[in-house]
């Protein structure tokens, strides 16, 4: 996926513990602009991955962004995480922050990257996402989720593309509805769920314990090397059982539901004026059947609810026929997200 003039560097930001008792790393990658004046210090751009939080790397990266690297002159920031279900959306939280934490730290980056380093910059940073990396950069970049509270720096701005966002009943009601096989399989079956289970894909792991059954924890899952693993969104979906997948209960349903979150922030804002806010841009394709377009309107509607204007701190890209991961067509771009992110304005930061 990535483009040939755009370089990255593989970088370990964090090590944990793991459930065998080894130290397991979880790298990012680092796109650097492939040379030429430098001018301005690169912003960087943080970019979370697709895969429900169950599946997929942090090397199936739009095109578009990688060759927006050279284009615009930023640092592209691709992390993984800690894969559900083994942990929960919480950890996956915790390493996100961590790695935006690590990358806006200066000593770090001297030792990882080099001269290359003094390149960046350190204040200030773009974070987004795709599908349920979306929604990750919507809970960390809008500061509902109280990993936000240590973050070095809060983001100057926050992109999401066809994002889940809520998985409330009454918004979200096809994540707990069986089907089988999904509307999307290739060979119209359904799948059958005693591999992934031999393998331990469906496992939660407890911290702690010794029951000697606890599966390792995979920071990431290439669909190539690890096709059984790559089945696990579909095979949510096909289970209506995705929200018990990625939550820790059916308490944290409102505890992480974007909507809910930002008419909670925000309640009252509208008549208070608003005050400043982090600028938001949405993208997604209207015949996505992965994740519905409706997750997308859900926050469209919250945030100009509490008082965002389109045109203003709010942008709206939509693809007409556009289904889910269309932009990872090798020619395909989002023609109003760069502008969004490099534009002077959107870089004030949230206080």
């Given at each position: 996926m990535a483009s040939p003039s755009?370089?990255?560097?593989?970088?370990?930001?964090?090590?944990?513990?793991?459930?065998?008792?080894?130290?397991?790393?979880?790298?990012?990658?680092?796109?650097?602009?492939?040379?030429?004046?430098l001018g301005t210090p690169l912003l960087p751009v943080f970019w979370v991955h697709t895969g429900g939080l169950l599946q997929g790397t942090r090397k199936f990266i739009p095109p578009h962004l990688v060759r927006g690297v050279d284009k615009h002159r930023v640092a592209l920031i691709a992390p993984?995480?800690?894969?559900?279900p083994q942990v929960t959306i919480s950890e996956v939280l915790d390493d996100v922050r961590d790695c935006i934490n690590f990358f806006l730290d200066a000593d770090?980056?001297?030792?990882?990257?080099?001269?290359?380093?003094?390149?960046?910059?350190?204040?200030?940073?773009?974070?987004?996402?795709?599908?349920?990396?979306?929604?990750?950069?919507?809970?960390?970049?809008?500061s509902l989720v109280e990993q936000a509270d240590s973050l070095r720096t809060k983001a100057s701005s926050v992109f999401s593309i066809y994002p889940i966002t809520t998985l409330e009943r009454d918004m979200a009601p096809f994540y707990y509805q069986a089907q089988r096989p999904v509307s999307w399989s290739v060979d119209g079956k359904p799948i059958d769920g005693r591999q992934l289970e031999e393998q331990g894909c469906l496992t939660?792991?407890?911290?702690?314990?010794?029951?000697?059954?606890?599966?390792?924890?995979?920071?990431?899952?290439?669909?190539?090397?690890?096709?059984?693993?790559?089945?696990?969104?579909?095979?949510?979906?096909?289970?209506?059982?995705?929200?018990?997948?990625v939550l820790g209960s059916p308490d944290d349903v409102e505890r992480f539901s974007v909507p809910h979150l930002i008419r909670r922030r925000w309640a009252g804002a509208r008549e208070q004026g608003g005050g400043e806010r982090v600028?938001?841009?949405?993208?997604?394709?209207?015949?996505?059947?992965?994740?519905?377009?409706?997750q997308s309107?859900?926050?469209?509607?919250?945030?100009?609810?509490?008082?965002?204007?389109?045109?203003?701190?709010?942008?709206?890209?939509?693809?007409?026929?556009?289904?889910?991961?269309?932009?990872?067509?090798?020619?395909?771009?989002?023609?109003?997200?760069?502008?969004?992110?490099?534009?002077?304005?959107?870089?004030?930061?949230?206080?």
């Open positions: 755009a370089s990255a560097k593989t970088v370990v930001f964090k090590t944990f513990r793991n459930t065998d008792g080894s130290d397991t790393d979880i790298a990012a990658d680092v796109y650097l602009p492939s040379g030429g004046e993984d995480f800690r894969l559900c770090k980056l001297a030792q990882h990257l080099g001269a290359a380093a003094n390149d960046v910059d350190t204040a200030r940073y773009v974070l987004g996402g795709s599908s349920a990396g979306g929604w990750i950069s919507l809970l960390l970049g809008l939660r792991c407890h911290p702690g314990s010794d029951d000697g059954k606890q599966a390792l924890i995979k920071t990431e899952a290439p669909p190539a090397a690890d096709p059984v693993r790559a089945q696990m969104y579909n095979y949510a979906r096909q289970e209506g059982n995705f929200a018990s997948l600028a938001v841009m949405v993208v997604y394709g209207d015949g996505d059947a992965k994740v519905p377009h409706s309107e859900h926050v469209i509607d919250a945030l100009e609810e509490v008082g965002y204007r389109r045109g203003a701190d709010l942008e709206v890209e939509v693809k007409q026929g556009g289904d889910h991961l269309y932009d990872m067509e090798e020619q395909e771009e989002v023609p109003g997200l760069w502008p969004f992110i490099i534009l002077p304005r959107r870089r004030g930061v949230q206080q």
